[in-house]
Nanobody, 126 residues
């Protein structure tokens, strides 16, 4: 099964940018729908973005649309989340996840994703 490792989180100021990476092993990012979720303290895990297996279909949550973009590099088997114009409310642990092609259910529901990374903390100060 695919293994996912996130990196790139950190402490930044409002308005700054960060790029999160999700490196995959034991499987290809082209075989899964790849998703990004985030979880703030005391809150549920929320959908942020997803990228289809063909690498063309992208969808971003309304709260990040126009500021965040998900993309991938097949050669390095890595998915990225480019985050611009960060806001304090973006503070959370960010997770990448992979969903098998046979899965059904809402694309925004974290329970429909099969494999998860360990998460990376993003903190945005005002």
């Amino acid at each position: 099964q695919v293994q996912l490792v996130e990196s790139g989180g950190g402490l930044v100021q409002a308005g700054d940018s960060l790029r999160l990476s999700c490196a995959a092993s034991e499987g290809s990012v082209t075989d899964y729908t790849m998703g990004w979720f985030r979880q703030a303290p005391g809150k549920e895990r929320d959908f942020v973005a997803r990228l289809g297996r063909a690498g063309r279909n992208r969808y971003h949550a309304m709260s990040v649309r126009g500021r965040f973009t998900t993309l991938r590099d097949k050669s390095s088997n890595t998915v990225y989340l480019q985050m611009n114009s960060l806001k304090p409310e973006d503070t959370a642990v960010y997770y990448c996840a992979a969903r098998n092609s046979l899965r059904t259910g809402s694309w925004d529901d974290p329970t429909t994703f099969d494999y998860w990374g360990q998460g990376t903390q993003v903190t945005v100060s005002s």
